[in-house]
T-cell receptor, first 114, second 115 residues
Framework: GENVEQHPSTLSVQEGDSAVIKCTYS??????FPWYKQELGKRPQLIID?????GEKKDQRIAVTLNKTAKHFSLHITETQPEDSAVYFC?????????????FGKGTKLSVIP | GAGVSQSPRYKVAKRGQDVALRCDPI?????LFWYQQALGQGPEFLTY????????KSGLPSDRFFAERPEGSVSTLKIQRTQQEDSAVYLC?????????????FGQGTRLTVV
């Protein structure tokens, strides 16, 4: 099955700096890669996603890059703000035998220091 | 509905007790996933439904775990003879398509504590 590795597990940045979180996946057939933000005690919420036919996608201060050859994808947050503090999860969607699995990384706890 | 709804939000069960966790997905969503999230960890896949068909249950940790979605909408995750290691947040997610590249919306989760 799919295996998703995520680094770092914790990340502290000064307000206004950039934050980068990296993930690798194992199943070359995976073709959809969402990123979720989870605040303490709340549900995971999608912040950005990318499909395998695209190399980069940007939405305001958030961008995601995908390297299919190397099987890794990254989340970039620029001009970080205190409200960006949360746990971020990457995920990869794989399919087989008519079923689908969205496999998550173990998460990165981002702390933005005012 | 406005989003994915799960109930109860919190459940305390005595060891050995059976529990049932409910998920109301977004109306019309074909795909439904159940996940288990331990404290400080990422969501771990349990099972996947496409309409009423359970197409993948490879993530269910033991035969004490059972999930159903009989009419292709509401789903129930049942855990029999609960054990302390079952303590976790159980998340349900639904998506519009059959799973390929469409956003999965999560419920608030049910926090299960087995004492």
């Amino acid at each position: 099955g799919e295996n998703v590795e995520q680094h770092p597990s914790t990340l502290s940045v000064q307000e206004g700096d950039s934050a980068v979180i990296k993930c690798t996946y194992s199943d070359s057939a995976s073709n959809y890669f969402p990123w979720y933000k989870q605040e303490l005690g709340k549900r995971p919420q999608l912040i950005i996603d990318i499909r395998s036919n695209v190399g980069e996608k940007k939405d305001q201060r958030i961008a995601v890059t995908l390297n299919k050859t190397a099987k890794h994808f990254s989340l970039h947050i620029t001009e970080t703000q205190p409200e960006d503090s949360a746990v971020y999860f990457c995920a990869a969607l794989s399919s087989g035998a008519g079923s689908y699995q969205l496999t998550f990384g173990k998460g990165t706890k981002l702390s933005v220091i005012p | 509905g406005a989003g994915v709804s799960q109930s109860p939000r919190y459940k305390v069960a005595k060891r050995g007790q059976d529990v049932a966790l409910r998920c109301d997905p977004i109306s019309g969503h074909v795909s439904l996933f159940w996940y288990q999230q331990a404290l400080g960890q990422g969501p771990e896949f349990l099972t996947y439904f496409q309409n009423e068909a359970q197409l993948d249950k490879s993530g269910l940790p033991s035969d004490r775990f059972f999930a159903e979605r009989p009419e292709g909408s509401v789903s129930t995750l049942k855990i029999q003879r609960t054990q302390q290691e079952d303590s976790a947040v159980y998340l349900c997610a639904s998506s519009l398509g059959p799973g390929l590249g469409t956003e999965a919306f999560f419920g608030q989760g049910t926090r299960l504590t087995v004492v």
